[in-house]
């Protein structure tokens, strides 16, 4: 059975992870605050210069030449931001993922040991009951295993199709 210190122990580093966990949260926002304000003072200042450039154009010609010299720079840096921001999304994600498969695989270590110690005080002709736990127990962790795998994939896909759409808008934007 679990004594006393192993359950203070374990639920120690549940609130560690967890603090863990807030401690990764406040440091993407912090990432995405900052990248906002650099997104927004670089509008400011790109609006500003776009504006005085408006201003200055002698004739209609001009100010159609600068009305569409600003589209393409705008949707690069569209694309820049949303890659950034896709970026810390992902790199949170993936420092989530860790924690949880760590803090997952601990505990199921916990509970095969409570289970292995169980089974060495099992009265004579529980055997059965024993081999069926262990059953369900390895049945558990293949799934467990199984759902991190498509889990992985899907990340996988999402992140290519991403990066393929980035591209493909990016690439419209340079072509007009």
Known sequence: MLTVE?????????LNTLFGFGAKAVESAEKVIELNL??????LADSAE??????????????LKVQTGFVQPLAEKSAAYGRHLYDIAAGANAEFTQ??????????????S???????????????????????MTGANSAFE???????????????????????????????
Request: proline share 1%.
């Open 114 to 136: 409570a289970v292995e110690a169980a089974v060495k005080n099992v009265p004579q002709g529980g055997e059965a009951a024993v081999a069926a736990i262990k059953n369900a």
């Open 38 to 43: 650099q997104a927004s003072k670089a509008l």
């Open 6 to 14: 192993q359950i203070a122990a374990a639920q120690q580093a549940q």
């Open 50 to 63: 776009y504006t005085k450039s408006l201003l200055s154009a002698k004739d209609a010609q001009e100010f």
């Open 99 to 112: 924690a949880a498969e760590a803090q997952t695989a601990s505990a199921q270590k916990q509970f095969a």
């Open 146 to 176: 199984q759902v991190q795998k498509v889990v992985k994939q899907a990340t996988e896909v999402a992140e290519s199709n991403f990066k393929a759409v980035t591209a493909t808008a990016t690439k419209a934007a340079k072509a007009k």
